[in-house]
């Protein structure tokens, strides 16, 4: 079973993952404080992969079997943006071997996430939590922040921030991750 401090809403989470589409990755530490970010690009539509999804409604435990990354982010985050990337990027590469990456947006108004996802649409699942409840049951303290699950359901890494020189330790985690079988998680 997915453990998490509050079991109930994080067992929801899963199933609202089913309706929204694969790729996805974890974000990786920073030191700074998230700011305004300038969102001068802008793409012309939201990729299939997002959805207009709750995150309470998500079920994780529909993932088992799966290596889950959750990354907290929010459109006023610079390095949350400088983190969509990436996380598309592992996402793409690592689906196939069985990685899910969930974005949970923390934005109080949808408008401000949605404008954000239009100029960077992500190859991964997005929710949405403006009340902030998800994040709670995760004691979320910086955006953005990444919890990666093993196939087994447990929650095996945290990351706190995204630092480009962070990326090369947490990819290589999250293949070891991959490269288990559900069972044979600690």
């Not at 969102?39 to 012309?44: F, M, V």
């Not at 959805?51 to 799966?66: F, K, Q, V, Y």
């Not at 049951?137 to 910086?142: A, G, H, P």
């Amino acid at each position: 079973m997915i453990r998490s401090t509050r079991a109930p809403r994080w067992l929801l989470i899963g199933s609202m993952l089913c309706l929204v589409a694969a790729p996805g990755t974890a974000a990786p530490k920073v030191e700074s404080t998230c700011v305004k970010a300038d969102h001068s690009t802008r793409a012309s539509d939201h990729p299939s992969s997002v959805l207009p999804a709750e995150a309470t409604d998500l079920d994780l435990e529909a993932l088992r079997g799966n290596v889950v990354l959750v990354d907290f982010w929010a459109s006023w985050c610079a390095p949350c943006l400088d983190s969509f990337p990436w996380l598309s990027d592992l996402q793409n590469e690592f689906q196939d071997q069985g990685l899910v990456v969930i974005g949970v947006n923390e934005d109080r108004r949808r408008s401000e996430a949605d404008a954000f996802l239009e100029r960077h649409p992500p190859s991964f699942r997005v929710v949405f939590d403006p009340d902030g409840a998800f994040a709670q049951e995760f004691e979320l303290k910086q955006m953005p922040s990444s919890f990666i699950f093993g196939r087994g359901g447990h929650r095996r890494i945290e990351h706190s921030g995204f630092r480009r020189s962070d990326v090369a330790g947490l990819r290589k985690e999250i293949q070891e991750l991959l490269a288990e079988k559900a069972t044979g998680e600690s």
